[in-house]
């Protein structure tokens, strides 16, 4: 009898199915504290760049920079948004929302990244109106605010680069660095009209600004879809996790395996393992064992595991094997 344990708690413990749900001590994000601090400050600063601008359009009565100024609003939007998705992440989980708010900073990037999509269309069909009638500029005026705002959206852009790879704080980084990239576009344009006096350049300029712009939001679109999706995480493979898995002692079989993101750094997983007819104290070992596992290879803190020594069944929520057992003759097919 295995591990010294009597025939009557075997025949117990080999009807028995553990289902074991283990929450281990995810590390506070590294970049929530400096996120926050960060945002406030890219907000101060876009805030204080929108109030100049727009004065100095009413001033010079140029319509180029009121219309700047009415851009950077929805920089500024965008940065309250990605806050407000950093604040609610940081609110524990409640009797209604089980998991906390850690997808709300998925949510922002997405409406974002959406938001970067629409004015990267806006960016072309205005620069298609414009190359074909060109509409005169200040130059002067354009390169002296211009420098003005690459100065702020460029510190706000490398701020945000440093603070992390949220994807919520990622979006709002693409959404400075296209406007980090625009300003420097007018001034380089500001130069050309000055030189040449080719009004064209200005929207020549936004076709590729907006075509990067575009590049860069479908980029997180995508990523973004993906953890709402329920997707396997970037960067990780259900076949290293199951291996990793079945390398520990005691382990038989590893099938119904499921991995998927809460955050964009925050990852979860649920799965059947099968082991041999042994006591709860020892399978309270293996289990152990494979938490550490993954969390110290995978990045893996919110596990839910059900250990099992009988043949698992598809009509008690076996759904997805990944591999077969070793034991041979014994296979999942679903």
Known sequence: MPFGISANESRISSK?????????????????????????????????YIVATAVAGVRGNSLALISEAGHNVSDFLALLLSLFAVYLQTRPPTS???????????????????????????????GAQRLFKPVPVHSELMIITAAAG?????????????????????SAFLHMLGDTLST???????WGIMLTGKYWIDPALSFGIAALILWSAVGIVRETLHILL??????????H???????IEGVLDVHDLHIWSLGSESHALSCHIRIADIPVSASDLILHEVNDRLRDSFHIY????????????????CVIPVGESHEAGH???H
């Open 230 to 239: 329920e997707g396997t995480p970037r960067g990780m493979q259900l076949e």
């Open 184 to 190: 420097a576009a007018v001034i380089a344009g500001g």
């Open 302 to 317: 919110h596990t839910t595991i059900q250990l099992e020594n009988v043949v698992c069944e598809v009509a008690h929520g």
């Open 241 to 247: 996790v199951t291996q990793a898995i079945r390398g």
């Open 150 to 170: 690459v100065l702020m959206n460029g510190i706000i852009a490398l701020l945000l680069y440093r603070s992390g790879k949220d994807v919520n704080l990622r």
């Open 16 to 48: 028995i199915k553990a289902n074991v749900h283990v929450h281990a001590a995810a590390p506070q994000s590294k970049t929530s504290q400096g996120a926050v601090r960060i945002l406030r400050i890219s907000l101060l600063l876009t805030f204080l």
């Open 96 to 126: 209604t929302k089980t998991f906390g708010y850690q997808r709300a900073g998925v949510l922002a990037a997405f409406v974002n990244a959406i938001s970067l999509v629409a004015l990267s269309i806006y960016i072309f069909y205005e």
């Open 331 to 333: 296979k999942h097919t």
